[in-house]
């Protein structure tokens, strides 16, 4: 069986903050915000909005956008996320509840912020192996709500949105050779801890917000990635020049562009969703990827490098067609 994505729909809450909102709680500029980052605003949800909500939103606009598209014969969701309303129940099931969708599999994956290129990736395996069809996949996150507000060096980075995948099956493949990998030795330079816990023999804050060692994760992912966006094109025999876009995480505009130069693709073909929406983790490749859309750049059988990494660490990438 082969698989698609058949359609994309994402969704932030209405909250704009500006990076003018940290002046007066850090030492701390819009300039510096903007230069180091590349980071204008980001959204942040309301005090009862939470991820599964997000979830929700996302699938009502794709819906919206989507003409013809509908939920019926859905039979799995994947709800990749590090910042759930809770523990458990899953958020795959509180977005099952809402749709009422019946004889559903539901499952929440933890992979931070290349979770939902693993979902898109788990997805296409259910459905490769005949036993699914037509998979919701999600990349959604309220990282506002976990963040460090004294810790000048994360707080100004992170965001909330949503985005979602309908995958299902499809006459030709759409979704082609992937690549997954991790060093789990950098677990303690990106973490987020509910308990007091030892990871690699030192001690670790469990003050349930985001701890990062940015220099450390910003030249891992300068140099990891770039290995992997030419390993995902070797695997699936393309040159550079037949790929059409590269979205890689937006986790910090400088990453994006350091790996650009690396690998030799242009910044045009480097799709980001950085500068409006910060970094939003698992969210923040469907949102470029949305963005890009709307704004009339992707077409269909566009050949599109999918590129996730975060917490872990971990990665995943895959070249999908749109
Ligand atoms: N405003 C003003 N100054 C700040 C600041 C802020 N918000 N945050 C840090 N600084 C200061 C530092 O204290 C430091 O000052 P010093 O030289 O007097 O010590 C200076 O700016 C440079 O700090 P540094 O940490 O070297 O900045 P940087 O260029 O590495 O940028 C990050 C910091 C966090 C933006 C960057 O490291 C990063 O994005 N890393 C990757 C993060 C990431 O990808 N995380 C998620 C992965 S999914």
Known sequence: MNAQIKAIGVYAPSQIIPNDWFTDKIETNSDWIISRTGIRERRFAGKDEYT??????????????????????????????????????????????????????????MAACAGFVYGLILAKGLIAAGTHKKVLVFGAETLSKFTDYADRSSCILFGDAAGAALVETSDKSKIFNCVTGSDGSHGKDLYLSQHATVVDGEQIDANGKIHQNGKVVFKWAVRTMSQKINELLTINNLERDQLDWVILHSANLRIIEAVALETGFPMDKMLTSIELFGNTSSASIPLAWDIAAKAGKIKTGDKMLLLGFGGGLTYAGVIVEA
């Open 52 to 109: 599964s909500d997000l979830c929700v939103n996302a699938v009502k606009n794709l819906l919206a956008e989507n003409p013809g598209v509908t939920l019926d014969g859905v039979d799995f969701i994947i709800v990749a996320t590090t910042t759930a309303d809770q523990i458990m129940p899953s958020m795959a099931t509180r977005v099952q509840n809402y749709f009422n969708i019946e004889n559903c599999g539901c499952l929440d994956i």
